[in-house]
């Protein structure tokens, strides 16, 4: 069964650096989104993503953020200068013109 | 706005017994409403959605969910319980409008069955 995959399981980095969080999607699929959840808290919505723009998105993807699909498999999410509130698992997810997300395992990202 | 509400941080659920999950929902038009389930260290995992048609939909392990539009609610049940169901459940809303509509979900309820 196909499945939505993240890269890495885990990232560490320190204050101020930028990362980048990597996913591929279901093949098929059209419309693309990043969630996270910090620790003990829901999960929240960020951005969504379809035909190469940003559809939505939350107001806490703010200028830090950014979201690419750079080729035709991969969908990532940069984050400019990283600071410790943003400490989180961060869920990728994709679907089809149906109803459901199919969520990836995520990336735990520790912000020191 | 939408919004959902899990009114029960914690289930406690004998094994073999049945379990109930609650959500309420508030959406401005129809909604479409999931369950998710996320075990220790794992993504969410799609359960199952309703979006239209009979009240009480099936999915995935056994489980079922009624949508109930006078209460605003959609809760989860399964007929008897298993150890393995021990997980995060959280229920979600989306808007119909569009195909790229974000999901909200709620605070999510932790399900524990004990042997």
């Known amino acids: 069964e196909p499945e939505v995959t993240q890269t890495p399981s885990h990232q560490v980095t320190q204050m101020g650096q930028e990362v980048i969080l990597r996913c591929v999607p279901i093949?098929?699929?059209?419309?693309f989104y990043w969630y996270r959840q910090i620790l003990g808290q829901k999960v929240e919505f960020l951005v969504s993503?379809?035909?190469?723009?940003?559809?939505?998105k939350s107001e806490i993807f703010d200028d830090q953020f950014s979201v690419e699909r750079p080729d035709g498999s991969n969908f990532t999410l940069k984050i400019r200068s990283t600071k410790l509130e943003d400490s989180a698992m961060y869920f990728c997810?994709?679907?089809?013109?149906?109803?459901?997300?199919?969520f990836g395992p995520g990336t735990r990202l520790t912000v020191t | 706005a939408q919004s959902v509400a899990q009114p029960e941080d914690q289930v406690n659920v004998a094994e073999g017994n049945p379990l109930t999950v609650k959500c309420t929902y508030s959406?401005?038009?129809?909604?479409?409403l999931f369950w998710y389930v996320q075990y220790p260290n794992r993504g969410l995992q799609f359960l199952l959605k309703?979006?239209?048609?009979?009240?009480l939909v099936k999915g995935s392990y056994g489980f079922e969910a009624e949508f109930n539009k006078s209460q605003t609610s959609f809760h989860l049940k399964k007929p008897s319980a298993l150890v393995s169901d021990s997980a995060l459940y959280f229920c979600?809303?989306?808007?119909?409008?569009?195909?790229?509509?974000?999901?909200?979900f709620g605070s999510g309820t932790r399900l524990s069955i004990r042997p």
């Open positions: 979600a809303v989306r808007d119909a409008w569009s195909s790229a509509s974000k999901i909200i």
């Open positions: 093949s098929n699929h059209l419309y």
């Open positions: 993503f379809y035909n190469n723009e940003i559809s939505e």
């Open positions: 309703y979006i239209t048609g009979d009240n």
């Open positions: 997810a994709s679907s089809s013109r149906g109803a459901e997300q199919y």
């Open positions: 959406v401005s038009g129809n909604p479409y």
